[in-house]
């Protein structure tokens, strides 16, 4: 259940369709904010939680995404790109993209072409060149990758024995992803090394085959906040609370910068350091959990296993979804590597409900995840949670960081 290089949980889907939120009681949030939601503004991209391209999608929070050929005006807008904090760069499905963007290559000349590893499965395509643009802020000639490209049809085995490719939107869910982590990029200095310690993302793509190789940092994915000229420490994201029913979607907001404008700034929010891998602590019923972390790409909170929490799973095919005969008010206590810590309340309803209902937004929610908490796009429902990415000055200190 976690990445392969930052060993941050980069993506979940949930395994079933035409999912939907219901009823159910509390919500993973430590604190409400009763400030509204800024909609506008040079460093406001809007998001919504809603059910999808496919209608199929719950607690997915998507966003648009408008990406140019680098240094032009030649640009393209995207609607339906999942937000994931799990994960680092932009990838965009090729059957959404229509713009003809720079591939990048290596010193002999051959495309540079990478298999990024998910919860679910890989993405795999080429590495491309792309002007980014959210709300009023770009970020300039950043490396992206384009998933599914035709061009480069052969998979080698060495990816897919980590996941079967999700190459289509039937797949994907998502017409891209959009992965702002706490890391300036998804591989980070274990890619831009030879030897066994690479982890083998990136591969080089002569006409006789594809082979794994180094990628130096500049020339991997890049979370693009970090590449801004401003507001580029980090980011807030605002979403607002979810009704006891559930709802049909949710309208937020993610604010780019921490303390550099009006809009974003830090207050008293409390600041949870991560640990090199971008995990806190969660203590529950006694017991520590150090991989831990907050994740917007996960549509639930997925913790632990039926024999710890004692909480029933569904049949299938949601057995990955825990379906209480009641609903369960839980707590639990998040510590930073800092030492600060906070109580988390959350609950968790019966998944097979939900998914009855005819809402996409819900704030309870949850799976199994054995040995792990992950706080999914629950614990973001109802107050804004700011995150500090990784070498970036703010007022909390140099990321990467969350703070609520």
């Known amino acids: 259940m976690r ?22 009681g509390g919500s993973s949030s430590p604190g409400s904010n009763n400030n509204p939601i800024p909609t506008s503004g040079q460093n406001v991209q809007s998001i919504a939680v809603n059910s999808g391209p496919l209608n199929n999608y719950a ?14 005006s030649n640009c393209q807008t995207i609607n339906d790109v999942l937000v994931d904090t799990g994960s680092s760069g932009l990838r965009l499905l090729s059957s959404a993209l229509t713009l003809s963007l720079p591939q990048q290559t290596a010193s002999g000349g051959s495309s540079v072409v990478e298999c990024f590893q998910f919860l679910d499965g890989v993405t795999w ?39 079967a490719p999700e190459d289509t939107l039937q797949k994907l869910l998502a017409n891209g992803i959009l992965g702002i982590s706490p890391f300036r990029q998804d ?21 006789s085959g594809c082979t794994q190789t180094q990628e130096g940092l500049a020339q991997q994915l890049q979370n693009p906040v970090w ?78 296993t039926s024999t710890i929490t004692g909480i029933p799973t569904c049949p299938s ?43 996409f937004a819900f704030n309870d929610l949850a799976g199994t995840n054995a040995g792990v908490f992950d706080w999914g796009l629950p614990f973001f429902f109802g107050h804004d949670v700011f995150m500090g ?16």
């Open 317 to 359: 095919p949601n057995s990955g979804f825990y379906c209480p005969s009641s609903t369960q008010n839980l707590s639990a206590t998040q510590i930073g590597a800092n030492g600060t810590s906070a109580n988390v309340s959350f609950s968790v309803a019966n998944a097979d409900t939900l998914f009855a209902t005819p809402n």
């Open 227 to 304: 590449m801004f000229s401003q507001d580029n420490n980090g980011l807030v994201v605002a979403l607002p609370s979810v009704p006891a029913t559930g709802a049909p979607s949710l309208s937020g907001s993610l604010i780019f910068g921490i303390s550099t404008q009006s809009n974003n700034a830090l207050g008293s929010a409390k600041v949870f350091t991560l640990d090199a891998n971008g995990n806190i602590t969660t203590s529950f019923r006694g017991q520590s959990y150090t991989n831990s972390f907050i994740d917007t790409g996960s549509n639930g909170i997925f913790f632990l």
């Open 125 to 163: 395509g080429p590495v491309r060149a792309a002007d980014i643009k959210l709300a009023g802020e770009q970020a300039s000639s950043v490396p992206i990758q384009v998933i599914g490209d035709p061009g480069f049809p052969t998979v080698p085995s060495s990816c897919t024995s980590a996941g």
């Open 187 to 207: 591989c980070g200095p274990a890619c831009a090394i030879s030897g066994s310690g690479n982890p083998g993302l990136y591969y080089i793509c002569p006409a």
């Open 389 to 404: 990415i990784e070498g970036q000055s703010s007022p909390a200190g140099l990321g990467p960081f969350w703070a609520y």
């Open 59 to 72: 607690n997915g929070v998507f966003t648009s995404v408008t990406v140019c050929v680098p240094g032009s």
């Open 3 to 24: 990445a392969a290089v930052r060993n941050i949980l980069l993506f979940a889907l949930s395994p079933i369709l035409l999912l939907a939120a219901g009823c159910g």
